[in-house]
């Protein structure tokens, strides 16, 4: 009886230890999300200055690569966890399918939501029916088709491997080497900017380009060193709260890693006359993690697994991958015509917001995301701007690219 009361009361005492341990991990968020959003602050004055000493695009290929830094620590864990642990592997799909889909589905919409506010606000009450992108902004929607159209050779194939890695590293670089032709905006619209990047670009040149890369290294930093904790403490706090780990590694830690994202994207929205920069921040981070992120998982997973075999897909994280293949894809359609309309943005928060309510309709939402592209093209080509980002693509690409020879 004794022995019994005895590891009775071992039990309880490390029950109790574990759900301290759990609490204080999760009191711990109370620091670390408040550090992911100040780098994410400093990040996005960095960028937001940053664009008139490099393009517009490379500024915010910079800013989506330092803000994922979290979503980029969380799938590395899985993906080492999985190669350890057989039975892991769908949480790969999970985490990385979970963010994209809240990248385009929630983040797209409310860049336009947040700007339709605000204008109706400071213009008496005037609607914002569209978001008109810039020509430089073609390079951004462009180069998102094509790791989608990958994809859907990873669907078929339903495995991800090392070569797969090479080729979508090779896809990010070649995008990269494209913003870098794009010479940076004038300094005209300088008076458009928030206070801190104001004050920035009246520095001289030489402390003007260290001021940029100190805001944009000390962001990296912050978030480097935060990313860690930041993801152990939401992890606690997902045990407190009882949340599944799918549906946390899925939504819950994807939209709380990329809420600092979505706010500097906000913060640009509110001021309108920066909302296709927001717009483009959440498109390039579209094609960073369809890019670099998938390809880090192979890498992660055979250094875990010792490099014996490739990461197979079963029918259901297929399914998530399909989904997520024909949000995308819709939302390139969207972009094409280099305009996004309220109607839009709408449309892409209804259809995420119903599948993430009603898994169940996980079929369902994907066929009507594929019809929705399909309409989306049939109505461009009616007003005549159908493909349009890529004529526009064309002439950016002659422009600046005949630029450099001519410097040459």
């Known amino acids: 009886m004794k022995n019994l009361i005895t590891a009775f009361s071992t039990q309880v005492i490390k029950a109790a230890q574990g759900a301290s341990a759990a609490t204080a991990g999760a009191i711990s968020a109370l620091w670390t999300f408040p550090s992911i959003l100040a780098g994410s602050f400093v990040i996005a004055w960095a960028a937001e200055a940053g664009q008139f000493l490099v393009s517009q695009g490379m500024a915010l290929a910079i800013l989506a690569w330092l803000q994922t ?21 769908h949480l790969v799909t999970a985490n990385f399918t979970g963010s994209l889909r ?8 409310m860049i336009y939501f947040v700007a339709a506010f605000f204008n109706r606000r400071k213009n008496g009450g005037i609607k914002l029916k569209k978001i008109r992108l810039e020509d430089e902004h073609s390079v951004e929607v462009v180069s998102l088709i094509i790791p989608i159209l990958y994809f859907f050779y ?65 962001g990296g930093v912050i978030i480097y060193l935060v990313a860690e904790p930041f993801f152990h403490s939401m992890l606690a706090l997902s045990v407190t709260l009882g949340i599944s780990n799918f549906i946390f590694i899925q939504w819950v830690a994807p939209f709380l890693s990329e809420f600092p994202e ?23 981070s579209n094609i960073n993690q369809w890019t670099v992120l998938v390809a880090m998982i192979p890498i992660v997973f055979g250094m875990s697994s010792g490099w014996e075999e490739s990461i197979r897909f079963d029918q259901h994280q297929q399914a998530e991958i399909l989904l997520t293949i024909s949000q995308s894809l819709m939302g390139f359609c969207f972009l094409v015509n280099m305009v996004f309309h309220w109607y839009e943005a709408v449309t892409i928060f209804i259809l995420w917001l119903a599948q993430f309510l009603i898994p169940n309709l996980r079929e369902e939402i994907t066929i009507i995301n594929f019809v929705a592209s399909v309409a989306a093209l049939l109505i461009a080509g009616k007003r005549g701007n159908m493909f349009s980002a890529f004529g526009i693509f064309r002439a950016v690409a ?7 020879k001519i410097a040459h």
């Open 69 to 89: 830094l979290p979503e980029f620590a969380v799938e590395a864990v899985i993906a080492w966890e999985a190669g350890k642990d057989p039975e892991k592997i």
């Open 102 to 109: 809240l990248l385009t589905g929630l983040g797209w919409p």
């Open 154 to 218: 990873i669907y078929y194939k339903a495995t991800l491997t090392i070569v797969d890695s090479i080729i979508l590293t090779c896809l990010y670089i070649a995008y990269i080497w494209l913003l870098n032709k794009i010479p940076p905006k004038d300094a005209e619209s300088e008076e458009e900017m928030g206070y801190i990047p104001r004050k920035i670009l009246a520095l001289p040149e030489t402390q003007k380009k260290l001021a940029v890369a100190g805001l944009f290294l000390l």
């Open 262 to 284: 979505k706010l500097s994207a906000f913060y640009w929205a509110k001021r309108i006359v920066h909302a296709p920069m927001a717009l483009m921040n959440m498109v390039s």
């Open 398 to 404: 002659r422009k600046h690219f005949r630029k450099k």
